[in-house]
């Protein structure tokens, strides 16, 4: 159905030649550099916020950096699972299809282990409590009682969303601390290859589903990317806080709503109107609903 150029076996080769191992990209005792910004500014949106001097639109910078990769870590918990489940599921079956899973369920795991190594370093070096979302498990609980369509949409979604991160605000922006590039760079490269498997899951699920099979698959891509709208704003609810903490400033009721609402449209553009207006995900959506496709391009407007 989606016509695509690449099959398993290719994703397979295509990951053997990126493979990389997590001690040399992060030990585990490596300390951060916070004299730099982390995230490219067209991720963050410290910048949009008055009030807040230079040291702490930078401090607010780091703040969202490590929320997220903390939110990587976060939907990496299901999407592991998705893949454990697709694997069994192939078991008996398509062996290239069986062997490439594999990899993409262990290299998930290892991105888990990346990201939380990263918060630890970040923790360590701003020495004092700065939180992230949690309950990564009961979300994945929620993600997966959703038919598998509709979950292989979302993780195309991410996928396609995280090379375009990439590829267009991050490689090419010498501002920001190079260990967070480097690090979006190892994660980039194997994540070239699960953005593929996706498709193949996704061409695989949707050539076996009926036209209302198709709509109610976008109808939970839609409630799953609400339901992440939440989370978002509860991020940035956490980030006010943890800029409080760190700067010592106690900010006024509409100073905080100020930065709230700066953070959550940052997160939303990020996670979500990235993905929802990705070309290659538009495509693949045209393909199984012209109309689904339609129905995801209006949501993003109303989050641009």
């Known amino acids: 159905m989606l016509d695509l150029t690449f ?27 916070f004299s ?10 410290a910048t949009r916020v008055p009030g807040l001097d230079p040291q702490e639109r930078k401090t607010l910078n780091q703040i969202s950096g490590n929320a997220y990769l903390n939110l990587f870590q976060f939907v990496e918990e299901y999407i592991l699972a998705a893949a454990v489940q697709q694997t069994h599921a192939e ?3 398509d062996h290239e299809a069986v062997r490439a899973l594999l990899r993409f369920a262990e290299e998930e795991a290892k991105h888990q282990q990346l990201f939380w190594r990263y918060r630890e370093a970040f923790d360590r070096g701003v020495g004092k409590p700065c939180e992230v979302l949690g309950s990564a498990t009961e979300v994945a609980r929620v993600i997966l009682s959703k038919g598998p369509l509709a979950v292989t949409m979302v993780t195309c979604h991410l996928e396609l969303m995280t090379l375009q991160h990439y590829t267009e605000c991050v490689r090419d922006d010498t501002g920001v601390d190079p260990l967070f590039s480097r690090l979006l760079k190892f994660h980039w490269l194997e994540e070239s290859q699960h953005a593929k498997i996706d498709a193949l899951e996704l061409d695989k699920l949707a ?4 036209p209302s ?5 976008f109808d939970d891509y839609l409630g799953i990317c ?17 800029l409080a903490t760190l700067t ?36 693949y959506l045209a393909k199984l609903s012209t109309h689904g496709a339609k129905r995801v391009a209006e949501r993003a407007a109303t989050l641009a």
Not at 7 to 33: F, H, I, Q
Not at 207 to 210: G, H, L, M, V, W
Not at 268 to 279: A, I, P
Request: a negative charge.
């Open 7 to 33: 099959d398993y076996a290719s994703c397979v080769r295509g990951s053997e030649k990126v493979s990389w191992r997590l001690d040399d990209v992060m030990p585990a005792d490596t300390n951060l550099d």
């Open 213 to 217: 099979q198709i709509d109610a698959a």
């Open 91 to 93: 078991l008996f079956g």
């Open 207 to 210: 050539s076996r589903a009926t």
């Open 226 to 242: 609400g339901a992440f709208d939440e989370l978002l704003a509860k991020q940035a609810d956490l980030d006010v806080a943890s």
């Open 248 to 283: 010592g400033r106690t900010f006024s009721d509409a100073e905080a709503k100020e930065i709230r609402a700066s953070q959550h449209a940052s997160y939303r553009k990020t996670f979500l109107w990235y993905g929802m207006t990705n070309g290659t995900f538009q495509q």
């Open 36 to 45: 730099r910004p982390f995230l490219p500014e067209a991720l963050a949106g």
